[in-house]
């Protein structure tokens, strides 16, 4: 059975830093490419990053970049998300998320391009 597992989330303050992570189960983790994706109150679920399988390479919605980092630890079958110089926008339910590709060099983008999830972790960036 597949299972993805997130922790980590919580209340930080504006400029802070938190490390979701997220324990897989059931697939083998190097197989497949991972991602973050994030969902406000009110909005559509949002593309945070993506990790490939081929070579760990990584790709992060223009939002985010330069203060979030994806990582994958494939011995413990768990990835990552550190998230640096938080800001309040930033506040959301965050989802991991897993799929199988052919082409080992492909990142997904959008919720349809994945096919398995976890259950979601609140990260809440307010003073």
């Known amino acids: 059975q597949v299972q993805l597992v997130e922790s980590g989330g919580g209340l930080v303050q504006p400029g802070g830093s938190l490390r979701l992570s997220c324990a897989a189960s059931?697939?083998?983790?190097?197989?497949?490419?991972v991602g973050w994706f994030r969902q406000a109150p009110g909005k559509e679920r949002e593309w945070v990053s993506c990790?490939?399988?081929?070579?760990?390479?990584?790709s992060y919605a223009d939002s985010v970049k330069g203060r979030f980092t994806i990582s994958r630890d494939n011995a413990k079958n768990t990835m990552y998300l550190q998230m640096n110089s938080l800001k309040p926008e930033d506040t959301a339910v965050y989802y991991c998320?897993?799929?199988?590709?052919?082409?080992?060099?492909?990142?997904?983008?959008?919720?349809?391009?994945?096919?398995?999830w976890g259950q979601g972790t609140q990260v809440t960036v307010s003073s």
């Open positions: 998320t897993a799929a199988y590709y052919t082409d080992s060099q492909r990142c997904g983008f959008f919720v349809s391009d994945f096919d398995y």
């Open positions: 059931g697939f083998a983790m190097p197989f497949y490419a």
């Open positions: 990790s490939r399988s081929s070579d760990g390479t990584s």
